[in-house]
């Protein structure tokens, strides 16, 4: 029971953030404000998209989710920080990227065999 728990939440996390990651390929002036609120140059969202595309695809793959769960948890970690550095505390996209990463890590316990195989 506990292994489908874990492919379901894994499975909801990847959805997450590919969509996250397409958007800041394909639409990154839909984040514009946000990018240039938190001191990003606009032309770093494709980069980021990159960044977060590679990192959910070594998740999503069950030899590499171990790694893939560290370099997302990196990844949110600095998403979480970023906001931190202007004053600002606990808003939307902090607990969002908390709460991403949390899932993360409780998919590769349930799932153990996926993040260790």
Known sequence: MLIWIG??????????????AGTNLLAPGFIRTEMEA????????????IIIAICTIFYAVPKTAFLGAILITGFLGGAICTPFR??????????VSLLLGIAAWVACICATRDCAS
């Open 7 to 20: 492919r379901i939440l894994s499975a909801v996390v990847v959805v997450l953030l590919l969509a996250d």
């Open 86 to 95: 202007l004053g600002e505390y606990f808003i939307p996209p902090q607990i």
């Open 38 to 49: 938190t001191g990003f140059p606009i032309n770093l969202a494709p980069v980021l998209g």
